[in-house]
Antibody, heavy 117, light 111 residues
Framework: QVHLQESGPGLVKPSGTLSLTCDVSGGSVTSSNWWSWVRQSPGKGLEWIGNIYYSGSTKYNPSLKGRVTISVDRSKNQFSLNLRSVTAADTAVYYC??????????WGQGTLVTVSS | QSVLTQPPSVSGAPGQRVTISCTGSSSNFGAGYDVHWYQQLPGTAPKLLIFDNINRPSGVPDRFSGSKSGTSASLAIAGLQADDEADYYCQSYDSSLSLWVFGGGTKLTVL
């Protein structure tokens, strides 16, 4: 089974861009899978951010109002999340995950991103 | 407010059976979309527990079982153990909102 590992800055300034990468090992990002980002605000529940297919097709949570972009880098076997114009409300643990059907069957360990000046 | 509704907390003594409910609507469960369940132990990432209503991934004990009927679903945990203490989330797809949706989570306390 694949192993997923998130990486990126743990601190982002308000109005800046949150950028995270998910490294995929034990499998290929170009396999016929959808890949996802999910976040969890401190002490809160899970929120789906979006999905990307290896071909580049994407689906995003409308609540993020066009601030989000998910991309895939086949050469590095990874996919990425960019979230623009962040505020304190975007402080959360961000998880990357693999979709199996309509469920998330493999998750990364998560990375905490704090939005603060 | 979550699209899928779960009780905030449930509890049970070791060895007992508990159930966690998850209530949806006509645009998710009622539209035929399946329910999936995740277990999140303290300080860890969620882990898939039940998929497609009733199926357990390899390695998940058969003490965990799922069901779905109409616009409601439930997760049952039999023979409660101390290390079952965790947060449990239900998840589905909502065709009206066009997004993957989660319940608000249920904290299971083993007394």
């Amino acid at each position: 089974q694949v192993h997923l590992q998130e990486s990126g800055p743990g601190l982002v300034k308000p109005s800046g861009t949150l950028s995270l990468t998910c490294d995929v090992s034990g499998g290929s990002v170009t396999s016929s899978n959808w890949w996802s980002w999910v976040r969890q605000s401190p002490g809160k529940g899970l929120e789906w951010i979006g999905n990307i297919y290896y071909s580049g097709s994407t689906k995003y949570n409308p609540s993020l109002k066009g601030r989000v972009t998910i991309s895939v880098d086949r050469s590095k076997n990874q996919f990425s999340l960019n979230l623009r114009s962040v505020t304190a409300a975007d402080t959360a643990v961000y998880y990357c995950a693999k979709l199996g059907g309509l469920y998330l069957d493999q998750w990364g360990q998560g990375t905490l991103v704090t939005v603060s000046s | 407010q979550s699209v899928l509704t779960q009780p905030p907390s449930v509890s049970g003594a070791p060895g007992q059976r508990v159930t966690i409910s998850c209530t949806g609507s006509s645009s998710n469960f009622g539209a035929g979309y399946d329910v999936h369940w995740y277990q999140q132990l303290p300080g860890t990432a969620p882990k898939l527990l039940i998929f497609d209503n009733i199926n357990r991934p390899s390695g998940v004990p058969d003490r965990f079982s799922g069901s779905k009927s109409g616009t409601s679903a439930s997760l049952a945990i039999a023979g409660l153990q101390a290390d079952d203490e965790a947060d449990y989330y239900c998840q589905s797809y909502d065709s009206s909102l066009s997004l993957w949706v989660f319940g608000g989570g249920t904290k299971l306390t083993v007394l």
